[in-house]
């Protein structure tokens, strides 16, 4: 599985284009990435992610997201290929998956259970489909006063932004992180290095991990 495919593979399982997709394929960094506090990352904040990326891939029989570093991934993949916006929005993500938690059960997110942490990133999921409703309407009005600017005449038009939902952030890059690490790579798919030869029919059976290489 190629850099391309598995955008595609991130974008159908969370019902959007994949966020900064576009640099995590070029390797380039977005001119528009902040460089302020939005774009910093503490150890603490390291943690908290890979405990949002274990509840969504726990360890079981093959290695967890936390084994694959996959909360480093989300830091250097916010920093590089996000907009200051989206990081500010990311930031302000880990406090809200926090307050959730303690509205629901009590405590923080990383004194949680499993069963309690991933109870609060279920919780998640009517918000963000509520948010993504608002923020393509929103899309569409700017896009309309734009255009209707461009035809008065008007060069002083800024269209104003609204980042991405700080939830589909998270789980676009848990995704990407744990399948483009070696423990997500080698131990969640079947592995086969490149190159290799090409067996055109080869047996499959149900339950059969798919394929990924290292191309």
């Keep these: 599985m190629d850099r391309r495919e598995l955008l595609k ?3 159908a399982a969370t019902g959007g284009v994949v966020i900064g997709g576009e640099f995590f394929l070029a390797g380039c960094k977005n ?3 902040g460089v302020g506090t939005s774009a910093t990352f503490t150890e603490s904040d390291i943690a908290f992610l890979d405990e949002v990326a274990e509840t969504i891939f726990p360890k079981t029989n093959t ?3 936390k084994e694959a570093k996959v909360g480093q991934f989300m830091t250097v993949m916010v920093k590089d290929c996000y907009t200051e916006d989206n990081q500010k929005a990311f930031h302000e993500g880990q406090a809200a998956i926090n307050a959730a938690c303690k509205k629901m059960h009590g405590h923080d997110f990383m004194k949680a259970t499993p069963e309690h942490k991933k109870a609060v990133l279920v919780s998640l999921e009517p918000e963000v489909k509520d948010y993504l409703a608002k ?3 929103f899309i ?3 896009d309309d006063l734009e255009k209707k600017a461009q035809a008065n005449g008007d060069t002083n038009f800024e269209k104003k932004t609204m980042p ?3 939830f589909t952030m998270m789980k676009q890059l848990t995704i990407l992180g744990y399948f483009t ?3 997500g790579r080698t131990g969640a798919t079947r592995y086969e290095p490149v190159p290799g030869k090409y067996i055109g ?3 499959y059976k149900k339950g059969d991990k798919i394929f990924t290489s290292l191309n």
Excluded: I, N, T
């Design 9 to 11: 593979m991130v974008a």
């Design 31 to 33: 001119p528009d990435a």
């Design 63 to 65: 290695p967890g997201a």
């Design 135 to 137: 923020r393509k309407e």
């Design 140 to 142: 569409k009005e700017q």
């Design 164 to 166: 991405d939902h700080y």
């Design 181 to 183: 690490s070696k423990e």
């Design 201 to 203: 029919d080869l047996d």
